[in-house]
């Protein structure tokens, strides 16, 4: 991604690879969902980690990726 460092270049190529070994492995883009619904009020008071609100909605991600498998 662009302005990756390289750690997190590194870390991208390893779950790239991962998903390769396992097909039925899904990605699901935390970053992307987290700058989607960014706001300060989804951050717990230390202004760091998320908050029950932003929680929600990875949890909301990753049902979304296992609502397109075969699973249920």
Same mark, same amino acid.
């Given at each position: 991604r +662009?302005?990756?460092? %390289?750690? /997190?270049?590194? @870390?991208?190529?390893? #779950? %790239? =690879?991962? $998903?390769r070994?396992? +097909?039925? $492995?899904?990605?699901? =883009?935390l970053?992307a969902?987290?700058?989607? &619904? ?5 951050? @717990? +008071? =230390?202004?760091? &980690? ?5 929680y929600?909605?990875? /949890?909301? @991600?990753f049902?979304? %990726? #296992? %609502? ?5």
């Open positions: +662009p302005g990756s460092t %390289e750690n /997190a270049k590194q @870390a991208s190529k390893i #779950i %790239e =690879d991962e $998903l070994k396992y +097909p039925k $492995l899904r990605f699901v =883009d970053q969902e987290t700058q989607q &619904h960014q706001s300060i009020f989804g951050f @717990a +008071p =230390d202004l760091f &980690h998320p908050n029950n609100s932003s929600k909605n990875w /949890a909301n @991600a049902l979304k %990726e #296992i %609502e397109k498998t075969d699973i249920f």
